[in-house]
């Protein structure tokens, strides 16, 4: 048993939040929040969580629609991963990101939650759709460390630690994590809470064997054909993968892992997107 104050904790975000990587559509999604409300339910049976992270949203998306009813669930924490959507699209405006990020966590602390958020990782030694998106991803740290410092919100910084990069905390879309990789993240979120015993989180995994140029462009090129063709071909028409789906768990309930949670998608066509595994939250 794990002593801390929470009693309510609503989880708001993209993908990453809602669990894609950990899991798919037919056994249910896991991700760092569920670890996360795990860890913290852990001897406390008045503990209760929600998640309302949509996949494929924008961070404007997730000011509009999961803000409001986040505050209206009078949650006592909340975690905010936001921004991972805007990064890789073009026409990326740090400043109004930030902006909508920064307007989540003053209404939150307001409101008496205790307030958590994630920076972002060094993406590019990830998935070759982020190599060139560094500078965008220091920016809009920085900004967001910011932000998080004028209202008090805790930072899990994943930008500093190596590990966060390595390809194993990956899914095989490479914009994703992985089922260690949300593991990872929840334990570093535990650790940033004040939780003990996660202080370990950011250590390193054991060296992989050097792979050679010609096996690397290999890789990328068939995660080019399985992921990234598909991913620009529904950025061209205007779709996204979160059209037409609903939050995970859009009620503070008590924890318990669920067996299966069935997709919250109206239509086969995002049945069939969500089966494919599309990078982008």
């Known amino acids: 048993m794990t002593t801390h104050p929470y009693t309510?904790?609503?989880?708001?975000?993209?993908?990453?939040?809602?669990?894609?990587?950990?899991?798919?559509?037919?056994?249910?999604?896991?991700?760092?929040?569920?670890?996360?409300?795990?860890?913290?339910?852990?001897?406390h049976p008045d503990f209760t969580y929600a998640n309302l992270a949509v996949?494929?949203?924008?961070?404007?998306?997730?000011?509009?629609?999961?803000?409001?009813?986040?505050?209206?669930?009078?949650?006592?924490?909340?975690?905010?991963?936001?921004?991972?959507?805007?990064?890789?699209?073009?026409?990326?405006?740090?400043?109004?990101?930030a902006g909508d990020i920064e307007e989540m966590f003053a209404r939150l602390t307001e409101s008496g939650a205790r307030v958590a958020t994630v920076t972002f990782p060094d993406l590019g030694k990830v998935s070759p759709l982020a190599r060139r998106a560094l500078p965008r991803v220091l920016d809009l740290n920085a900004r967001l460390c910011a932000a998080a410092d004028r209202h008090g919100v805790a930072v899990l910084d994943t930008f500093p630690h190596p590990v966060t990069a390595d390809p194993r905390?990956?899914?095989?879309?490479?914009?994703?994590?992985?089922?260690?990789?949300?593991?990872?993240?929840?334990?570093?979120?535990?650790?940033?809470?004040?939780?003990?015993?996660?202080?370990?989180?950011?250590?390193?995994?054991?060296?992989?064997?050097?792979?050679?140029?010609?096996?690397?462009?290999?890789?990328?090129?068939?995660?080019?054909?399985?992921?990234?063709?598909?991913?620009?071909?529904?950025?061209?028409?205007?779709?996204?993968?979160?059209?037409?789906r609903t939050a995970k768990r859009p009620e503070p309930t008590p924890w318990a892992r669920p067996h299966v949670a069935r997709p919250h998608v109206s239509g086969s066509q995002g049945e069939a997107e969500g089966r494919a595994g599309f990078p982008g939250g």
Not at 18 to 27: A, M, R, V
Not at 56 to 85: C, F, H, S, W, Y
Not at 196 to 218: I, K, Q
């Open 8 to 43: 309510r904790y609503v989880a708001i975000g993209d993908s990453q939040t809602e669990g894609i990587g950990d899991g798919d559509d037919l056994h249910g999604y896991r991700g760092w929040a569920d670890r996360l409300a795990e860890i913290l339910a852990d001897g």
């Open 55 to 97: 996949r494929g949203k924008v961070t404007a998306q997730i000011r509009a629609e999961q803000l409001g009813p986040a505050l209206a669930l009078k949650p006592d924490l909340v975690t905010v991963m936001a921004g991972m959507n805007d990064l890789v699209r073009p026409g990326f405006d740090a400043e109004r990101v």
């Open 169 to 244: 905390l990956w899914s095989l879309d490479r914009m994703h994590a992985g089922p260690l990789g949300h593991a990872r993240i929840a334990s570093g979120m535990a650790c940033t809470l004040g939780l003990p015993g996660h202080d370990d989180w950011a250590a390193p995994l054991p060296r992989l064997a050097p792979v050679s140029a010609l096996r690397t462009a290999s890789g990328d090129a068939r995660w080019a054909v399985a992921f990234l063709g598909p991913w620009a071909w529904r950025r061209l028409r205007g779709r996204s993968s979160g059209d037409g």
